[in-house]
């Protein structure tokens, strides 16, 4: 036998392959790197426990020099480095900001600082974080419409609901960015445009950290709790690990402590919280695959989609599951129909004569048998027309991406978004199948 073609060759190449699959590349040595750890060093801050690296799936993210024990600190990251609104406020804008009426969002101070020292590029003191941020997101307020077009109903609403919050932040800041005219040689409506300030306002929205810092009076009274924390957030969420992070006032730093130990050289994650794939992929811009807490969300539409029609009583129906919260968050998740998407249907599928019996329901009090069948039964039919549209979607989503090759990126993010909930579906449709048994 030839060396290197027996079995335990094979079983070595394949977990070679797996573990160069799973590791990433270090980016240590790029010169916007370098510059970041010599601007963080002069703050203070330097780290021997991570690097930057880019890893497939992740993109950029951090990387384990040393093996983490639960509990230990990953990173410690001076006031220093913090940019918060106390930073904008003690810049030259401050005097701006101060005088102007009436009192600017922590938002958008924050915006405009973004906005205006990457406009100042070479002479910003902040360039060393500015030239490691992306260029571009894709959160929805950032994909084409055709693209926010192919998103589940519930989450192109919001989408919607996004862009317009945005268009509105830029319109109503306009006066207050024309005030800064004496600062700068262009004219400002050339600096801050609606695309200078969508990457500003995508900048905070998906890479601040929570941190509640001390009222300052010349800004409104909107929470300020936005704090963009360098270096820091180069890491990547996974909602499989638990953290713990939060302001040390006796250090004055961010600290970030593991819950979970990490191996070296694997990729270090944090938690950004519990959430589905629809608020990461409108928060954040991305979607996350085996994500626990993905689920498909069924509109009050679909949900009375198979009731019969000779039922009289719908409307009333429906009126109790508003009025006691149980006509919204009705999902479909890994481990089948949630129990509130089943309390919902057992009171829709109440025959005439035990309508009376809607508060037991609601308790979660078994009806009879008849009752807990006919919403199994629903239940499976609307998993099924999921199951359809899903399908239809993801080959309406391939078919874009022959066709339109600009948008490959967007499209690729919703055909994952798409995927992943085709397989919840499939798992939901074959415990459906499971409970159904009990009642033949």
Not at 32 to 46: A, V
Not at 55 to 82: K, Y
Not at 214 to 238: F, G, K, M
Request: a positive charge; hydrophobic letters at 35%; charged letters at 25%.
């Amino acid at each position: 036998m030839q060396k290197g073609r027996g079995r335990t060759s094979r079983i070595r190449r394949r977990k070679l392959f797996r573990s160069s699959e799973s590791r990433g590349v270090s980016e240590s040595y790029k010169s916007e790197f370098i510059e970041l750890k010599k601007w963080l060093k002069d703050r203070k801050f330097e780290d021997r426990n991570l690097t930057p690296a880019r890893f497939p799936g992740t993109g950029r993210g951090l990387l384990s020099r040393t093996s983490l024990q639960e509990g230990e600190i990953i990173i410690s990251l001076p006031e220093s480095c913090l940019l918060t609104t106390d930073t904008v406020i003690r810049s030259y804008l401050g005097v701006y900001i101060t005088k102007w009426k009436p009192p600017l969002s922590p938002l958008l101070a924050l915006c405009t600082f973004l906005v205006s020292e990457k406009h100042a590029g070479d002479r910003s003191l902040w360039k060393p974080y500015l030239e490691i941020l992306p260029k571009a997101y894709t959160c929805p307020v950032c994909l084409e419409p055709e693209v926010v077009n192919l998103l589940p109903k519930p989450l192109k609403e919001k989408a919607e609901q996004q862009r317009a919050c945005v268009q509105e932040f830029f319109a109503s800041s306009r006066d207050f960015f024309s005030s800064l005219q004496p600062l700068f040689a262009e004219a400002v409506d050339s600096i801050f445009s609606y695309s200078a300030l969508l990457w500003a306002w995508c900048t905070v929205n998906t890479r601040a950290v929570y941190l509640r810092c001390r009222r300052q009076e010349c800004l409104s009274s909107e929470p300020d709790t936005c704090v963009l924390a360098p270096y820091l957030d180069l890491l990547n969420h996974s909602p499989h690990v638990q953290v713990k992070a939060a302001f040390n006032e006796e250090t004055r730093c961010y600290e970030i402590r593991t819950a979970s130990s990490c191996r070296k050289h694997e990729e270090v994650f944090i938690c950004y919280g519990p959430h589905d794939n629809h608020r990461l992929l409108l928060d954040y811009g991305f979607v996350s695959t085996r994500n626990p807490h993905a689920c498909v969300y069924v509109s009050r539409e679909i949900l009375v989609k198979y009731l019969p029609s000779t039922d009289k009583q719908v409307n009333k129906k429906i009126s109790i599951l508003k009025d006691h919260g149980f006509i919204e968050n009705l999902t479909f998740g890994w481990d089948g129909p949630s129990w509130r998407l089943l309390t919902a249907l057992k009171l829709l599928c109440l025959e005439a004569g035990k309508f009376t019996c809607w508060k037991k329901v609601l308790l979660g009090e078994i009806i009879s048998d008849t009752n807990e069948k006919t919403s199994l039964d629903i239940a499976q039919k609307i998993c099924y027309y999921f199951i359809e549209e899903t399908n239809a979607m993801l080959q309406k989503v391939s078919h874009m991406k022959d066709e339109k090759v600009a948008l490959i990126n967007q499209l690729t993010l919703v055909e994952t978004l798409w995927t992943e909930e085709l397989k919840i579906l499939k798992a939901s449709a074959e415990i459906l199948h499971s409970l159904q048994t009990a009642f033949t």
